[in-house]
């Protein structure tokens, strides 16, 4: 972990450094700024010792308009400040989550088992923000404090070093106590991220699963799990609040301590000896003042960059995982596919010694129909899985048109692929842009023919909008065998090589399914398939059928054979063709 942690020297180097010249600008600016802010206090000596007494009014209309042209020139540059470096960061925010978001896309899958989706959903959108305070006015805020503190300090060693030095003794109290309370809130900090996203992550999945929920009555078991949540995160900005609270009033007691009581007391003691005049009394309160404040505003951005460098741990440690283009490995570019795949002792785990699948070997040919069948937790999934790469073999080798699977290109042989789940993934929008949604720049003739062939025109064209009616929250509510003929255009459509369905169990009514029959007639022609079939009418049409138990295959050959050698799958069949 601790290795891992982005150093103030590595966020300067990737994210400060290149903006270099803006931050330059930036810096220039405060400068500026603060330099303008000491024309203020140090005329009020002039105006105290010398206009006043003198009645000087040719100097004090000079002095007067010096010290207006001073605010003005304050006013433009933290204009200028925010608009240069502010919009500056919120375009590097927007950047960098569009980065973030493309890192989590590139993951495996097996990355989204193990992970909410409501905690990425935390890292891509809130912890990138802390840039803000790094390359925003956070940053130079702090360099411009600085600059203003030192020269201050300076001009009220020049007017009383004694003076200077006592008021000292508070403020160096007061950044100790900075100091540690800031290691207090660092890790807090972190944690707070953290359990934000778990809190938001538990939620998403509840909203998700709202029928569950209600189905089972388990409303309030649900909104406890919630309440620890919250209950964790308030207990977290407790811890914060406390040391934010320890330093604020600490800093209200010795700084008051420094500025008034110091300086009333010891200042009024040589005013009365004559060792300070008026306006030097007034000059050094002011420059005290300024020289204070950028230290309080400091503790307050310090706490700014610290929560800044939690989120970046965290961004960090997300485009650390490693992605599964693996473009070291992966080397064979797929410019043309047959369709012809090959398990070879394909052996697979989800976990470590926890083998799911053994030894699997059996041949699809391009255009086949493999249906995989077997009871619940066989391994049919995963043989799925491993022919749609989002899963690698840990032994064995699959081969496509000969090539090594786990040497093949992604992008480029995920082009030739289709997938048909059960859970369908529609989002909102209409019909079309669904169907659409794999190949965007389809042609109407080609659009109009996948709707043809999953019968998806047989319920929309009774809709008034048609293949524009908006589906989800916004549009109409479609039935499971309607949802599942969309999903079934839209591989249509893609025209992929492989094909990967997994039948929906949904009992539909005998009419939507000889539709949804007709559909995947269509869809599976000619393409390499392999279906998690639980339709008997699929499996006998299937050219192979491998009947998966415990990881391994039980059965393997047609219909007809299998029937034949009366074993597992006969059982099977004349078990389902009872009910
Ligand atoms: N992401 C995962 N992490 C760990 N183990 C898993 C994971 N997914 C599946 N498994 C395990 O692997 C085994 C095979 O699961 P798989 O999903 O391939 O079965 P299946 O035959 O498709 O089951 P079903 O018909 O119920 O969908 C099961 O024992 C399951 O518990």
Redesign the pocket.
């Known amino acids: 972990m601790a290795d891992k942690k982005v150093s103030i020297l590595k966020a300067f180097k990737t994210i400060i450094w290149p903006r270099r010249n803006l931050v330059f600008i930036g810096l220039l600016l405060i400068v500026i700024s603060k330099a303008a802010s000491f024309v203020a206090p140090i005329s009020l000596r002039y105006f105290l010792d010398d206009i006043v007494p003198n009645k000087n009014y040719d100097f004090l209309k000079i002095l007067v308009a010096i010290v207006i042209f001073s605010f003005l020139v304050q006013a433009i540059m933290s204009f200028l400040l925010t608009k240069v470096l502010s919009i500056q960061a919120q375009f590097m925010i927007s950047e960098l989550r569009a980065q973030v978001q493309k890192q989590v896309l590139a993951l495996p899958i ?1 990355f989204f ?1 193990n992970t909410k989706s409501g905690a990425l959903v935390s890292r891509i959108m809130s912890d990138v923000e802390g840039v803000r305070n790094l390359i925003g006015t956070g940053l130079v805020q702090l360099v411009g404090g600085t600059i203003t503190a030192v020269v201050s300090l300076i001009l009220l060693l020049r007017i009383s070093p004694g003076m200077t030095l006592l008021t000292f003794i508070p403020l160096i109290l007061f950044a100790v106590i900075a100091l540690k309370a800031f290691k207090i809130i660092r890790p807090v900090f972190r944690d707070r991220g953290k359990i934000n996203a778990e809190v938001k992550g538990r939620l998403t999945e509840t909203l998700g699963g709202i029928r569950v929920i209600k189905g089972f009555n388990a409303e309030e078991q649900e909104a406890k799990v919630f309440e620890s949540g919250v209950d964790r995160l308030y207990q977290n900005v407790k811890k914060s609040l406390t040391a934010t609270a320890v330093m604020t009033s600490s800093s209200t007691f010795l700084l008051g301590l420094a500025t008034t009581g110091i300086m009333m007391g010891f200042g009024g003691y040589k005013m009365m000896q004559g060792e300070l005049t008026t306006g030097e009394y007034f000059e050094f309160t002011f420059l005290l003042a300024l020289m204070v404040a950028p230290i309080v505003q400091m503790s307050n951005i310090g706490s700014q960059l610290t929560e800044a460098l939690a989120g970046l741990d965290r961004t960090e440690e997300l485009m650390n995982e490693v992605t599964e283009a693996d473009e070291k490995n992966r080397t064979i570019q797929i410019s043309s596919l047959k369709g012809d795949m090959l398990f070879k002792n394909v052996s697979f785990a ?2 470590e010694d926890k083998e ?1 699948l053994h030894n699997i070997s059996f041949e699809a040919k391009s255009g086949d129909v493999i249906a995989l069948v ?10 799925a899985g491993l022919a749609a790469t989002f899963l690698n073999p840990d032994s064995g080798q699959i081969t496509i048109d000969g090539n090594d699977l786990a040497k093949a290109d992604l992008t480029s042989f995920r082009k030739y692929l289709g997938v048909v789940l059960q859970d369908d993934f529609l989002f909102e929008g209409t019909i079309k842009e669904n169907i659409l949604f794999p190949r965007p720049n389809a042609t109407e003739e080609e659009l109009k023919a996948a709707v043809k062939a999953a019968y998806v025109d047989e319920f929309t064209d009774r809709f008034d909008d048609g293949l524009d009616t908006l589906i989800g929250e916004r549009g109409v509510k479609l039935s499971g065998g309607q949802r599942q003929r969309i999903a079934i255009a839209r591989a249509v459509l893609a025209n992929p090589r492989i094909l990967i369905l997994d039948e929906a169990t949904s009992n539909l009514d005998t009419e939507s399914e000889a539709l949804i029959q007709k559909s995947l007639a269509e869809l599976t022609k000619g393409r390499t398939t392999f279906v ?1 079939a639980h339709r008997l009418s699929t499996i006998r049409k299937a050219n192979q059928i491998l009947v ?1 138990e415990n ?1 391994r295959i039980a059965e393997q050959g047609t219909h007809d054979e299998l029937i034949a050698i009366e074993g597992r799958y006969y059982n099977l069949f004349t078990y389902q063709a009872r009910i």
Do not use: F, L, M, Q
């Open positions: 097996r088992d989800y976990e799911v077997g009871s619940s937790g066989s391994g049919k999934s995963t043989i998690i998966i990881g």
